[in-house]
């Protein structure tokens, strides 16, 4: 059918549809608050809004590594490193005073984290989404972010089973910095790394569009908001395995014998209600808010895409070792890359580059499994 032939959307049924939309977003919101509490209520708005910033404006990771990577475009690298400035700006004064009622994205930096980093980087790249982009893509009705999320789920889950056998492989004591002095490192250190990709890139790409600055400064302002309601910093990766975690449960595969799962505080969560799990309440805001942006852009009428065989085996495959990576990492972009560095753990420096070493092979990885350039 030629483009002329499509009949152009009524506008009065495009306003109500957009109308139910944002009702149906603000009436789950609110279902959940009232079930749950508000704080709970308030972290599904929180969720929406990760979800429609990135989707909203374009806004991932995977996308700008691959660019930064084969073009030398620094744009969307140098929106993360923006705002995971403006978000440590706020973080750290908030960690230091707060005692125990905040806590932040710290990790240990080892042989497994390092390891995992450098597969999830390149896994990213084949399936052009980490671990908040697998979750837009879906919502956004991407059939390989379809495909990808339930082993995603599943590989967090298998992660988190053998997590405690990886890190006794060896591992670094937890390096955190914190403070005035911590803060200061840190954004020295975000500058070098900006000034280092400007001037590997060409002189017409030095800059940062105008929608990516928005974008980083809506996403700093939600990940300060999940911090102060949630009481630590927005991650991806463990409720991704807890909704496995779930559904091994509930058809029969034991949890208790795994070192991690068996923790009391975990065999707690499989128990209660998703709606009172913060990371699972982001990711399905998440998931809401890319489905909101793309019905409101009257998306969904995208065609499956033709790739061969390899390639959707890849995206299972690739899927799964998103999820068991990230685990063993201690998180993907977001939970250690974006919220790592932004409380001032040594280990999101430590992921960041190993995963983008792993992303430069995964760019080169995907035209040999069909997947495109």
């Known amino acids: 059918m030629s483009q002329a032939a499509i009949p152009a959307a009524p506008i009065g049924a495009s306003t109500v ?6 009702g149906a977003a603000l009436a789950f919101a609110l279902a959940v608050a009232l079930f749950a509490g508000a704080r709970y209520g308030l972290l599904i708005l929180i969720g929406l809004g990760f979800g429609i910033t990135l989707e909203g404006f374009r806004f991932g990771f995977a996308g700008p590594w691959r660019r930064m990577i084969v073009d030398r ?3 969307g690298l140098l929106g993360h490193l923006l ?15 707060a005692g125990d009622e905040l806590i932040g994205a710290y990790a240990p930096v080892g042989f497994a984290m390092v390891g995992g980093a450098f597969v999830f980087g390149a896994a990213m790249q084949l399936v052009m989404g980490c671990g908040s982009g697998t979750l837009v893509n879906a919502g956004s009705g991407n059939a390989i972010g379809v495909l990808t999320l339930p082993f995603f789920a599943i590989g967090s889950f298998a992660g988190a089973y053998n997590l405690i056998w990886w890190t006794n492989l060896g591992s670094l004591p937890t390096v955190v910095f914190s403070g005035t002095s911590g803060l200061i490192v840190t954004l020295a250190a975000l500058a070098a790394v900006a000034a280092f990709v400007l001037w590997l890139a060409p002189p017409e790409l030095r800059r940062i569009p105008r929608r990516y600055v928005w974008a980083s400064l809506l996403l700093a302002f939600f990940a300060i908001l999940n911090l102060i309601v949630a009481g630590q910093p927005w991650g991806v990766v463990y409720g991704l395995g807890l909704w496995a ?4 449960s509930a058809i029969g595969i034991p949890t208790e014998p795994s070192a991690f799962w068996g923790i009391a505080s975990n065999q707690q969560r499989i128990a209660d209600s998703l709606l ?11 998931i809401g808010g890319a489905l909101l942006v793309t019905a409101w ?6 065609k499956l895409p033709s790739y061969p065989a390899r390639a959707w085996v890849t995206a299972i495959v690739a899927g799964f070792l998103l999820g068991y990576s990230s685990r063993i990492a201690f998180g993907c972009n977001v939970g250690a890359f974006f ?16 995963a983008f070493a ?7 990885l995907r035209p040999r499994l069909g997947l495109g350039g």
Request: aromatic content about 8%; hydrophobic content about 50%.
């Open 83 to 97: 705002s995971i400035g403006v978000v440590a700006l706020v973080a750290f004064p908030l960690l230091s005073g």
């Open 339 to 354: 919220s790592g560095i932004s409380t001032g753990s040594l280990h999101g420096w430590a992921w960041f580059a190993a």
């Open 17 to 22: 549809t957009r109308a139910a939309l944002i």
């Open 358 to 364: 792993g992303s430069a092979v995964g760019v080169r």
């Open 297 to 302: 852009r009257q998306g969904f009428a995208q």
């Open 276 to 286: 009172t799990d913060v990371t699972s309440l982001t990711n399905l805001g998440i």
């Open 73 to 75: 475009n620094p744009d």
């Open 245 to 248: 975690a779930k559904g091994a």
